[in-house]
Structure formats: structure tokens, C-alpha cells
């Protein structure tokens, strides 16, 4: 069986992004397991169960914990690589189902960044109308070269309804209430657990995040 490496992180938090850039060449070695990702494959291969799945996200919920577990079971058993765990499992219930289907991730990596920072990050973003590139306003990180324009296409930029404080604050809730028991827990069931600080400017974060992944 493969060895099991959970990232976490709150929503722009930057996980993504480290996580790209660790995968640039790293394809033989490592596979990046996230839902969005299996359930294009069920999709693909199993029209049956994505029937299922399909009818339970049109109508508004969640797709349940057993089908889920059924479904990244599957893709466990048959990996020949290192597996990176990304926004899964995302609750306490998914993640005693994983122990019990002999799943022990080997670690937890949290790419961490404070609440305010995140809140802070997702005020100074802006998205292209048009063709989705993303900005931030002048000041941060990534401006437009001409303020509230598109570079690529000339649309108006503009900030996503995700980025509105109330809605930030309500999932930076959420991942508290649902990430951290699962983190303390996998400890508890013996996993290391990690923490990359990214408010660094540069590099650290990334090489820092990198030495960790490249353990396992
Ligand atoms: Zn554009």
C-alpha cells in the first residue's frame, strides 16, 4: 500500500499553488488525490455511481461519506505512488472511515496562514469578468498593468462574490470547526503532523513545503 500524505489549508491559505509548483516534475513519484479529480473519473468509468452522485449534487447536498469512502478507497488501493491527500477527507467522519479502511495517512501538512491574513489576501483579489485570470488590486502581489483591466482581454476585473468578508469568515469558521479535529485525530492515529507558515515573502514556504513532501 502507498504511503498516505494529507495537505491541508484554508481557503486561500495558497495550498494550491504550492502544491503546483511541488508536482512540476514530480508526476512519477506523486499522485494528488482531490475530489473534484476522482469524481471526473467516476464520471468517466462508472456512469452508474456518477447517476447516483449526480442526482445528490443537482439537488443541493453533499455527496454522502459512504460513497465518498467507497470511492477513494477504490483509488487507495490500486495507487502505485505516494499519495497527496488535497480537501479530502474533509470532516471527522470521513476521516475515522478512512482509519477503518486501513488508511493511516503517514502525515498532515497544514499550509497555515492567520485568519486576518486570509480575509486580508481575498479583499485585494480581483478576477477577469471575461476570461476568470486572476489579479489582485494595486498594492498586492499581482496588479494589472492597467488598474481594474484585464491584461490578457481587455474585460473589467472584478471580485467574486467568494472573496466578500462575510462569506471568507464563514468558511474560515467551517475549516476550524471540521479541519482541526481531523488533523488532532490522524495525530492521534500516529501521523506527523507539519506546518508551513505562508505569510513568508519569497520562497521559504515553497522550499520549506517541499523538503516536507520530499520525505515521504
Ligand atoms: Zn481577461
Not at 491574513?117 to 486572476?134: D, E, N, T
Not at 482541526?180 to 506546518?195: K, L, Q
Amino acid at each position: 500500500m502507498s504511503t498516505i500524505v494529507l495537505v491541508v489549508g484554508k481557503n486561500g491559505a495558497g495550498k494550491g499553488t504550492l502544491l503546483d509548483k511541488f508536482m512540476n516534475g514530480r508526476e512519477e513519484e506523486y499522485q494528488i488525490l482531490a475530489m473534484s479529480g476522482l469524481l471526473t473519473k467516476v464520471r468517466e468509468t462508472d456512469p452508474e455511481l456518477w447517476a447516483k452522485i449526480d442526482a445528490i449534487m443537482k439537488s443541493g447536498e453533499l455527496v454522502p461519506d459512504d460513497i465518498i469512502l467507497k470511492i477513494v478507497s477504490k483509488e487507495l488501493n490500486s495507487a502505485a505512488k505516494t499519495v497527496i491527500c488535497d480537501g479530502f477527507p474533509r470532516n471527522l467522519a470521513q476521516a475515522k472511515a478512512m482509519i477503518n479502511a486501513g488508511h493511516v495517512p503517514a502525515a498532515v501538512i497544514e499550509v497555515y496562514l492567520e485568519d486576518e491574513q486570509v480575509i486580508q489576501r481575498a479583499g485585494l483579489r480581483r478576477v477577469c469578468s471575461k476570461c476568470r485570470k486572476s489579479y489582485t488590486v494595486a498594492g498586492g502581489h499581482n496588479p494589472p498593468k492597467q488598474d481594474g483591466i484585464c491584461d490578457d482581454c481587455g474585460s473589467p476585473l472584478v471580485k467574486r462574490p467568494d472573496d466578500e468578508e462575510e462569506v471568507v469568515r464563514k468558511r474560515l469558521n467551517q475549516y476550524e470547526q471540521q479541519t482541526y479535529p481531523v488533523i488532532e485525530f490522524f495525530e492521534n492515529a500516529g501521523a506527523i503532523t507539519f506546518e508551513v507558515d505562508n505569510s513568508r515573502d519569497g520562497s521559504a514556504a515553497q522550499i520549506e513545503f517541499e523538503e516536507i513532501l520530499d520525505l515521504f
